[in-house]
């Protein structure tokens, strides 16, 4: 039962960003969805030490039991490193994600959903959160940055069309 409900948990949180990507598409207008070459992976390990490993570890392991809800019914924080479904997103995704939180992007498409993530769009400016999810991706094994590239050219020529 309690497994069942953990892949339910994680199929719910994999349809609610599938949604949000075509919120973002429609959000982001023109934009191209891809992050700036310019980010700052030294700034962005820094942001991320002050504003991210408190949940999602100093090295990117995430909370125990991340894929099964707690009692209050959402997910522990995901782990950002190669073990995490981080890299399963495109960059647009990551972004609006980051920005907004979970609870409002999916408020945003008619979606009652809280992952328990925040926004930090009030806290964080746009290349900041561009430099964290820098950082993020430059700890990844080579082909797993690969795979995310491949989804974030995927969805930017879904949002192009």
Same mark, same amino acid.
Request: charged share 25%.
């Given at each position: ?42 700034? *962005?390990? #820094? $942001?991320? +030490? ?6 999602? @570890? ?5 909370? /125990? ?36 939180? *979970?609870? #409002? $992007?999916? +408020? ?6 809280? @992952? ?5 769009? /009030? ?39």
């Amino acid at each position: 039962m309690i497994r069942g409900t953990a892949i339910l948990g994680v199929g719910l949180v994999l349809v609610a960003l599938a949604r949000a990507f075509f919120w973002t598409a429609d959000a982001a207008g023109s934009g191209l969805g891809v992050m700036p070459e310019d980010v700052d992976i030294a700034a *962005g390990e #820094a $942001l991320y +030490a002050e504003n991210c490993a408190a949940c999602h @570890g100093a090295n990117l392991e995430g909370q /125990d039991d991340w894929r099964s809800p707690g009692e209050d019914g959402r997910l522990p924080a995901p782990p950002h490193d190669e073990t995490g479904h981080t890299w399963h997103h495109g960059d647009q995704v990551l972004l609006e994600y980051t920005k907004l939180g *979970g609870r #409002a $992007l999916m +408020a945003s498409q008619g979606m009652e959903f809280d @992952g328990g993530m925040p926004g930090f769009g /009030d806290q964080l400016s746009d290349q900041e959160i561009w430099n964290i999810l820098g950082y993020i991706k430059s700890t990844w094994p080579e082909r797993v940055q690969e795979m995310q590239a491949v989804r974030t050219e995927g969805e930017t020529r879904k949002r192009e069309n």
